[in-house]
């Protein structure tokens, strides 16, 4: 890998499991469950300066990360209750990288850690609740197409992982 690779993909590339049985989602589960306080220890005491700097050359910046989680979370969220009360519902897709610029990105984070935590706490719950059956469930993306429930919360699980590494080999390349 090369060394914009690994700043990119600091945890690897997303890879589907070849499994989605009770206990690796259950694993996913946890992951999800443990965000907002990863997420809180990560940026823990970071000042603006450090908050508005990117993670690579040409990346966001840690603020961006924080208020991009919240964004693709809400949305992972809510494309979840639809999957369980439509039948494979086509959701939207949205530019990332637009969201990134706009001005409430440039907003200091505690609202996005505040609505990460209560957003993940309602998301675990209901994630919990499901059963197999209700896993096999999910939407058409039109980018990625049919997506399951249980490779939602796989891609999710990593994506959380992925954005706090980010931010964590950040910190410790800068020794902050």
Same mark, same amino acid.
């Given at each position: 890998m090369?060394?914009?690779e690994d700043l990119r993909y600091p945890?690897?590339?997303?890879?589907?499991?070849a499994s989605s049985d009770p206990a690796a989602r259950a694993e996913h589960i946890s992951t999800l469950r443990l965000l907002p306080s990863s997420l809180q220890t990560a940026v823990n005491a970071l000042t603006h300066l450090q908050l508005d700097t990117p993670y690579r050359k040409g990346g966001w910046t840690v603020r961006q990360l924080v208020h991009h989680i919240a964004d693709s979370?809400?949305?992972a969220y809510m494309r979840t209750k639809l999957a369980l009360t439509e039948d494979w519902p086509i959701i939207k897709p949205y530019d990332e990288a637009a969201w990134a610029r706009l001005a409430d990105s440039r907003l200091p984070i505690d609202g996005s850690l505040a609505m990460v935590a209560a957003m993940h706490e309602r998301w675990v719950a209901l994630l919990?609740?499901?059963? @197999?059956? @209700?896993?096999e469930r999910g939407h058409f993306h039109p980018e990625n197409g049919r997506q399951n429930l249980a490779t939602?919360?796989?891609?999710y699980a990593w994506h959380s992982r992925h954005h706090t590494a980010?931010?964590?080999?950040?910190?410790a390349r800068k020794n902050w």
């Open positions: 090369t060394e914009l945890i690897g590339r997303f890879t589907p499991s979370h809400a949305n919990e609740s499901l059963s @197999d059956a @209700d896993f939602v919360l796989a891609i980010h931010i964590t080999n950040l910190r």
